[in-house]
């Protein structure tokens, strides 16, 4: 019983930003790693960042220095700060989470995913 929800996705402009957000609910006793992935049309899934609970960011090259990975432990919600949004950037974005439940087990979950489109 994990649920991921995303939120924060739209149109807009190339230069533009938008910030996602993934929130994480039900029999959740810890989540070691969160991260965003999208698949842009006529092209396979890639990983575009991901997080640990402690902190630490990784990204792929293509978003360095743009887009920005975070998360709040305490909501289970991870988020993803987007600036200066290019064409290229879009795709439809899902959130993903590595979850280990009050029951011991573990488990990865995802979200429905969330349409970003960059116009320009």
């Known amino acids: 019983q994990v649920q991921l929800v995303e939120s924060g996705g739209g149109l807009v402009q190339a230069g533009g930003s938008l910030r996602l957000s993934c929130a994480a609910s039900g029999s959740i006793f810890s989540i070691s790693a969160m991260g965003w992935y999208r698949r842009a049309p006529g092209k396979q899934r890639e990983l575009v960042a991901v997080i640990t609970s402690g902190g630490s960011a990784n990204y792929v090259d293509s978003v360095k220095g743009r887009f920005t990975i975070s998360r709040d432990n305490a909501k289970n919600t991870v988020y993803l700060q987007m600036n200066s949004l290019k064409p290229e950037d879009t795709a439809v974005y899902y959130c993903?989470?590595?979850?280990?439940?009050?029951?011991?087990?573990?488990?990865?979950?995802w979200g429905q995913g969330t349409q970003v489109t960059v116009s320009s």
């Open positions: 993903n989470a590595e979850v280990q439940r009050y029951s011991g087990s573990y488990g990865a979950y």
